[in-house]
């Protein structure tokens, strides 16, 4: 009888996980298809030199974004995550402290963005074309800097309804500010950086509301808050090194595509990147769902977690191989016969993208061991190979050899993961066996 009470106990905790995957996954999926089409009205409305130049603002966003809150969001939520059920006001103080020292970071970005920005613009490029884009840019990016903390605190508390809403809130208002403007005003690209900007700090302000008063950083006093700065930033800055390192990596095969060959191939090459980064979404929604569980971890848990990141992921990654056998009609049907030269290209992507599907889970064990150092490790040698690799294959193969690099380079990443885990998982057995011994 009491086996079978816990036998249901434990089916019942699966599948409410299976759910919180599944609803992180459709807000993530609806999240990206919101965003698509507010590109596909600013593309059609813009036009392509205008659109050139809008992209600039769109891809220097995200790059401030890592610089300021990446790493401290993901420190938030594996030093937030024990607290939250422990000890409230704990939790209070973490939040508030992450949310000074990111609105403190950027504020010091804006102001040297604004004040350097131009000569150093001068300096690269030569003219001031892109000036005011970027520094627009850095706006941008403070937004989405504290948009993504007001997700950091629903992912600690592990509510994901209101995770999504808060996901879904900024491309919603975008979306809706587009469409108004497309149809009651003319619009400009000015105009359009700004709606982008303010539908940014719209989502961030909403996730702020919806936030249990038990949480609210208004009123928290930070008592003995210079431990815990200490700990959030010895480990944010390993998952900041780790993200820029790998944001650089596929810009860099455009790059050298283009220095190698011409246009046409960046083009080929980036519509079957597209298409092949869509299975990233159902990869992060795991690693959203899974890193919260990672840091309530003990080291005697490390290889139960293992196996439970294998039946669920490995089921998924069955499930999504027919898009590798259906490559050609999904690329003629979404983008059109013009792009089915990037067929070739997305069936060696779409294996780099699997293997990361099926294992990246399992590397939260690191977050939760407070090694992320690892991670830069990892990264570091996928930018080293993706660049070494391009060199040789890129000018005798063409794009598809700048798809072969970034296969190999996950790969051998992700083995070196899996042997910095084993000797991680192993050094901490031994050490539980000699303090069993010793108490003997």
């Known amino acids: 009888m009491n ?26 999926y609806l999240n990206a ?49 024990p607290e939250v059920s422990n000890n409230k006001d704990r939790a209070a103080v973490l939040f508030k402290l992450v949310l000074i020292q990111k609105i403190f970071l950027n504020i010091i970005f804006i102001v040297f963005g604004l ?50 809403a808060t996901l879904l809130s900024s491309s919603l208002l975008r979306l809706s500010f587009i469409i108004l403007a497309y149809l009651f005003f003319t619009l400009d690209i000015t105009q359009i950086m700004l709606i ?7 989502g961030f302000i909403l996730g702020m509301i919806i936030v249990p008063k038990s949480y609210s950083v208004i009123g928290v006093r930070l008592q003995n808050a210079m ?25 860099l095969n455009v790059f050298m595509i283009k220095y190698f060959h011409d246009h046409y191939a960046v083009g080929i090459f980036a519509a079957a990147l597209i298409l092949a980064k869509s299975l990233d979404y159902l990869n992060l929604s795991i690693k959203t769902v899974l890193l919260p569980k990672a840091s309530l971890l003990n080291q005697k848990e490390y290889r139960k977690y293992m ?3 294998l039946k669920i992921t490995a089921p998924l ?45 399992i590397w939260l064990i690191f977050y939760s061991a407070q090694k992320t150092r690892c991670l830069v490790y990892a990264d570091s040698l996928m930018l080293f190979i993706v660049f070494g690799c391009n ?50």
């Open 307 to 309: 196996k439970k990141c």
């Open 227 to 251: 431990p815990l700065l200490k700990k959030v930033n010895r480990f944010s800055i390993w998952i900041i090194l780790s993200t820029f390192i790998f944001i650089i990596i596929e810009p």
């Open 317 to 361: 990654a069955i499930a999504v191989l027919p898009l590798f056998f259906m490559s050609k009609f999904i690329i003629e049907f979404v983008l059109t016969e013009k792009f089915v030269e990037s067929t070739p290209i997305f069936n060696v992507l779409f294996w780099g993208y699997w293997i990361s599907l099926l294992l990246d889970p």
């Open 115 to 164: 004040t350097l920005s131009k000569p150093i613009i001068l300096w690269i490029a030569g003219s001031t074309e892109y000036l005011q884009v970027i520094r627009y840019a850095f706006f941008m990016g403070f937004g989405f800097s504290l948009w993504r903390y007001a997700l950091s605190i629903f992912q600690s508390m592990q509510t994901y309804p209101r995770y999504v």
């Open 33 to 81: 298809f919101i965003a698509f089409l507010c590109s596909l009205i600013v593309s059609r409305y813009l036009g392509p030199t205008e659109l050139g130049v809008f992209a600039v603002f769109l891809t220097f966003s995200p790059i401030i974004f890592e610089l300021t809150g990446h790493g401290l969001d993901s420190a938030l939520v594996r030093f937030a995550t």
């Open 196 to 202: 982008y900007i303010g539908s940014t700090f719209s």
């Open 3 to 28: 086996f079978a009470i816990v036998s249901s106990l434990k089916c019942s905790l699966e599948n409410f996980f299976k759910k919180d995957i599944s609803i992180v996954a459709i807000g993530s």
């Open 391 to 440: 060199i040789f294959l890129i000018p005798r193969f063409g794009a598809i050899g700048a798809a072969y690099s970034f296969v190999i380079a996950r790969l051998l990443g992700r083995c070196l993961l899996g042997v910095l885990l084993f000797h991680l998982t192993r050094k901490r057995t031994s050490t539980n066996l000699t303090i069993q011994e010793a108490n003997i």
